[in-house]
T-cell receptor, first 113, second 114 residues
């Protein structure tokens, strides 16, 4: 059974600081997704990582994937208040057809001015 | 174009009543998923539809939960004899058929069982 764990679960940081959210998954997966969720809103896709060593960047966020370590990271550079949200990673089970995803528990990020 | 549409956005019901939640996926998306998000929790997979194939129901928590998808488009999630533990946000997502396509989520239905 595929399990996905994120840490930390809660992160409070100052504007301008850097930090990394970690996502570990338990079995072989061929895809790793990062989503953002604002309070009361739905999930917004941030990144899709498809191969070992994949790195994607959008603004102050950078995601990477190490399939050998079964680890993905979401790095935040020079955080700003607008990045405050809950971030989820999700992995697909390679044995499942389609895009069925298993989600981590989420990391609630608060960026303080 | 339009995104994934879910209705109602909020539903308050009494314990023991049946509820129906609707999802209208993005046009052309053949895959449709239902997830459940309980307060402060991550997302729990419920059911997956792909084209005309038999749905993957492995995530449904009990036989009180069922879902159908008519004409390969709109889906309805039905919860019979609702219980308080069914209270959650029910999220629908759709995607194209290929495996590496990302899922697009609707805004969800907030279900409260009193």
């Amino acid at each position: 059974e595929l399990k996905v764990e994120q840490n930390p679960l809660f992160l409070s940081m100052q504007e301008g600081k850097n930090y990394t959210i970690y996502c570990n998954y338990s079995t072989t997966s061929d895809r790793l997704y990062w989503y953002r969720q604002d309070p009361g809103k739905s999930l917004e896709s941030l990144f899709v990582l498809l191969s070992n060593g994949a790195v994607k960047q959008e603004g102050r966020l950078m995601a990477s994937l190490d399939t050998k370590a079964r680890l993905s990271t979401l790095h935040i550079t020079a955080a700003v208040h607008d990045l405050s949200a809950t971030y989820f990673c999700a992995a697909s089970n390679i044995n499942n057809a389609g895009n069925m995803l298993t989600f981590g528990g989420g990391t609630r990020l608060m960026v303080k001015p | 174009g339009a995104g994934v549409s879910q209705s109602p956005s909020n539903k308050v019901t009494e314990k023991g009543k049946d509820v129906e939640l609707r999802c209208d996926p993005i046009s052309g998306h053949t895959a449709l998923y239902w997830y459940r998000q309980s307060l402060g929790q991550g997302l729990e997979f419920l059911i997956y539809f792909q084209g005309n194939s038999a749905p993957d129901k492995s995530g449904l928590p009990s036989d009180r939960f069922s879902a159908e998808r008519t004409g390969g488009s709109v889906s309805t999630l039905t919860i019979q004899r609702t219980q308080q533990e069914d209270s959650a946000v029910y999220l629908c997502a759709s995607s194209r058929e290929r495996r590496n396509e990302k899922l697009f989520f609707g805004s969800g239905t907030q279900l409260s069982v009193l």
